[in-house]
């Protein structure tokens, strides 16, 4: 097997901010290629700055255990993780992006979309949000006319989060989810939140600190919406945490280091009886891809990442009215663009 990587920095249509203030123009990320019996597999791992893996701490890790990552035996994605998994034990950013690219290479061997390898309805569509990044009120109002959408998911964490939310609505009736990634208080949020149960809002998602867990539980006991772990659900032992404290959890295939690890976390939020998101990381169409193969699983969908970059890696999702399809080629069904090739 062959290893090869390439690295980017993406640009936004528009900035994006989130709560606390952080705004990036550009998107990092790392793409690794497999070859392996003629077929070739592609991975993503976008850089996220609050998780210090940058792309740079990627390409030094894999550089300096190449010869091992391209020794292995490769028969079948599960495998392949555990080695990665025991070979990077601190970078699982990385190993996202091989394991991703290990299953684009089976369902290539395999002649079918990842999709139909795993058990679930094939023929599910579960509607993607579009997100609208913290800005002043009137430009949040104008990024979303300009993205008629049946879901809207909106970043919150600011003195005027109530405004923000009576002022979006007055423009549409399409469901709001709100991501408050930490930015508030416990019974900052309860207020809020008790606002926004009557402004069309789904479901409230990471309202405090990551590890506000007794905060969590009062909030979960008196909320009148569901809330949803994402920076308090990183990786698989945090699955048993969130239950009690969150209604579901949001998955990041980056965070949690691929595909494998996620499909487990799914079997196991389901045996908690939690609901089941999969979130984006500003992932081109390569990462959103695999995110994609997943909306028979679960029960909500964050795969927008194509939809906010300027640029794209790759062709093979079909975005259409809030649905993402899939090309239903073999593996990922991506197809990398001629004008990014190195």
């Keep these: ?33 497999l070859e392996h019996l003629g077929r070739v597999g592609f991975g993503e791992a976008p850089a996220i700055t609050y998780y210090n893996i940058p ?23 599960e495998r392949y993780w555990h080695y990665l998994h025991h070979l990077f034990p601190t ?28 058990e679930g309805n094939t023929g599910k569509q579960t509607v993607t949000d579009y997100t609208i990044g913290i800005d002043t009120i009137e430009k949040m109002v104008e990024k979303m006319i300009e993205k008629p959408w049946p879901v809207y998911k909106i970043k919150l964490g600011t003195d005027n989060d109530v405004a923000i939310i009576e002022s979006l609505r007055r423009h549409t009736n399409s469901v709001f989810r709100i991501d408050a990634n930490a930015g508030w208080k416990k019974e900052e949020a309860l207020e809020k939140i008790q606002a926004f149960k009557d402004l069309g809002v789904e479901y409230i998602e990471q309202p405090l600190a990551k590890d506000d ?8 006991a008196n909320s009148p919406l ?30 949690c280091s691929g595909l494998t690890p996620a ?16 979130g984006s990381m500003n992932e081109s169409t390569i990462g959103s891809a695999a995110i994609a193969h997943l909306q028979s ?5 964050d795969a927008d990442g194509p939809l906010l970059l300027k640029e794209d890696l790759a062709t093979g999702l079909h975005y259409e009215n809030g649905n993402v399809a899939t090309s239903g080629d073999p593996g990922l069904g991506i197809r990398f663009t001629d004008l990014y090739q190195k």
């Design 263 to 278: 499909l487990r976390m799914i079997r196991r939020a389901r045996e908690l009886n939690m609901g089941v998101m999969v």
């Design 91 to 118: 970078n699982p950013f990385l190993v996202c992006a091989l394991d991703i690219a290990g299953w684009d290479l089976y369902g290539k061997f395999k002649g079918k979309p990842l999709c139909q390898l795993w």
């Design 55 to 77: 792309v740079e701490k990627m390409v030094e890790d894999l550089e300096r255990k190449k010869q091992f990552t391209e020794k292995f035996a490769f028969t079948e994605p």
């Design 297 to 301: 699983q679960i029960d909500f969908l």
């Design 213 to 220: 867990w007794e905060g969590m539980k009062w909030l979960y």
């Design 226 to 255: 569901p809330l949803y772990a994402d920076e308090s659900c990183v990786a698989e032992h945090d699955v048993d945490k969130c239950s009690g404290h969150f209604h579901g959890i949001n998955i990041k295939l980056t965070k």
């Design 1 to 33: 097997m062959k290893v090869y990587y390439r690295t980017y920095d993406l640009a936004f249509r528009y900035p994006f901010t989130i709560s606390n203030g952080r705004t990036k123009t550009h998107q990092p990320t790392f793409i690794v290629q």
